[in-house]
């Protein structure tokens, strides 16, 4: 069965540094999605992205935030200074159509310290 | 904006026996889908059911069945012949094609005892 592959399944950054979250979506969806969840908590939409733009931002998904498909598979979020808040497990997700529900990845759990 | 709400933080079940998580939501659309996604210790979204909101017949999946009342806007997920591989966070989801994003309940931790 098709899935959603995230890399780093873990990454540590300091404070202030930038990260880069990657994700290769299923090879024939359209539509591709960020969500966070932070530990224990609910699961929250930073943003989507269909036919090479953002579709949907939350209020989360502020100017630290931006998302790029840099060759056609591989789908990106990067977070430019990190801060402490941002430590949470981000998932990325795709769908041909997202009535259908999405496809999960298995998340980064990012940890800034 | 769309809300969404699962009223039962933890759960548990004994093995083999039924068990119900609930979900209310709130919408001005009449064209919706709702999912019902597991959350297992290993931390990855698995999609459990769906029902779309212009069908009156409850969806089911196996063991798993939806209870959709469209007018009093709830969308309960029954697991019957609960196993120990369904322990896990159980999501509740909307999505409309105006929004283009799936918005989750807080969810319910169920825990299923030997």
């Known amino acids: 069965e098709p899935e959603v592959t995230q890399t780093p399944s873990h990454q540590v950054t300091q404070m202030g540094q930038e990260v880069i979250l990657r994700c290769v979506p299923i090879?024939?969806?359209?539509?591709f999605y960020w969500y966070r969840q932070i530990l224990g908590q609910k699961v929250e939409f930073l943003v989507s992205?269909?036919?090479?733009?953002?579709?949907?931002k939350s209020e989360i998904f502020d100017d630290q935030f931006s998302v790029e498909r840099p060759d056609g598979s591989n789908f990106t979020l990067k977070i430019r200074s990190t801060k402490l808040e941002d430590s949470a497990m981000y998932f990325c997700?795709?769908?041909?159509?997202?009535?259908?529900?999405?496809?999960f990845g298995s998340g980064t759990r990012l940890t800034v310290v | 904006a769309q809300t969404v709400t699962q009223s039962q933080p933890e759960m548990s079940v004994q093995e083999a026996e039924t068990v119900t998580l609930s979900c209310t939501y709130d919408?001005?659309?009449?064209?919706?889908?709702l999912f019902w996604y597991k959350q297992p210790p290993s931390r990855q979204m698995i999609l459990v059911i769906r029902?779309?909101?212009?069908?009156?017949q409850n969806a089911t999946e196996n063991r798993f069945s939806v209870n959709f009342q469209k007018a009093a806007k709830s969308f309960s997920l029954k697991i019957s012949d609960s196993q120990l591989g369904d322990t896990a966070m159980y999501f509740c989801?909307?999505?409309?094609?105006?929004?283009?994003?799936?918005?989750f309940g807080g969810g319910t931790r169920l825990m299923v005892k030997p």
């Open positions: 997700a795709s769908s041909d159509r997202g009535n259908y529900g999405y496809t």
């Open positions: 992205f269909y036919n090479n733009e953002i579709s949907e």
């Open positions: 090879s024939n969806h359209l539509y």
């Open positions: 919408t001005s659309e009449n064209n919706y889908y």
């Open positions: 029902q779309e909101a212009y069908k009156q």
């Open positions: 989801a909307f999505y409309s094609n105006a929004g283009n994003m799936l918005t």
